[in-house]
């Protein structure tokens, strides 16, 4: 299926513009898709480097923005640490490998990510989510996130911040449902392994 354009008043001249990506859990056969969306930015150094065997184990965590023809356009993984009882109310919980695809960014993918990282969020109980960025933060200051004391976050993943990369974290409580919005579920043949 071809990738679907229509013309927006925002486009200048009124070029086609690419339709809003879908965004869906990802599975395992996304595994080599999220290694090579996310390798430009770990060259970069804005992410930590990962093996693709690593994406093959976390596939489940990560949402994925897609467009019409299936090409992954960003994606962003949550994590859950139900043991870490650091959050008033709910578990709380760490974003990361949050991108987006050179091209793609500015458009609203990484927004309509972190909405349905959120939502998914809500609907397993947490009450707090945590990021860290070596960037200014801005997409999830829009996204209702402040920044915050890294001794609030779960200590496994505090722990685990480089302190050379002098990242700044960020939180969002989640004391009310998160509804704007659905996540689809992973396509038919769901995680491999």
Sequence with gaps: MAAAHCRTAGSPA???????????????TDAAGLYALSEPF?????????????????????????D????LEGCVALRTYPGDARTPVGMPAVLHNFCVRAGRQRR??????LAALLREAAARSVGEVFAATTGGGEAFVRSGFREADAGRAPRAWAVSLDPGRNSRVFARALTAPFTAGAVTRPRAGGYGG
């Design 14 to 28: 009124g070029e086609p513009t690419l339709a809003p990506p879908s965004v869906r859990m990802a599975d395992a």
């Design 42 to 66: 770990m060259r970069s150094g804005a992410l930590l480097w990962r093996t693709p065997e690593s994406y093959a184990r976390t596939a489940r965590e990560f949402l994925v923005a897609e």
């Design 68 to 71: 019409g023809d299936g090409v």
């Design 108 to 113: 609203g993918v990484g927004s309509r990510l």
